[in-house]
């Protein structure tokens, strides 16, 4: 059973930055991991994807605005948000693919002034 804890959320102004974090349990290592978000009413989205070897992708929303990144020895994925936008207002979830899939609880971003 893979666990997995999102922190970093919050509320911040627009052009503003916040970095999130998923701590996981487990060999972290082998795990291909993603962060995803969702609004009320909406279907949750990809924002932005990184495998066990580093590969990234990004959704084309964020791309140029967001990075993602993975720290192995600690266990933690992260996602730096730049240049935030009110339309970037969600909960944002980490993923992971291991044997399953496994999903965070969700952190909530609001972008307002």
């Known amino acids: 059973q893979v666990q997995l804890v999102e922190s970093g959320g919050g509320l911040v102004q627009p052009g503003g930055s916040l970095t999130l974090s998923c701590a996981a349990s487990?060999?972290?290592?082998?795990?291909?991991m993603a962060w995803y978000r969702q609004t009320p009413g909406n279907e949750r989205e990809s924002v932005a994807y990184i495998s066990n070897r580093g590969a990234t992708t990004y959704a084309e929303s964020v791309k140029g605005r967001f990075t993602i990144s993975r720290d192995n020895r600690k266990k933690t994925m992260y996602l730096q948000m730049n240049s935030l936008k009110p339309e970037d207002t969600a909960v944002y979830y980490c993923?992971?693919?291991?044997?399953?899939?496994?999903w965070g609880q969700g952190t909530q971003v609001t972008v307002s002034s």
């Open positions: 487990g060999l972290f290592y082998e795990y291909h």
């Open positions: 993923r992971a693919n291991f044997d399953r899939e496994y």
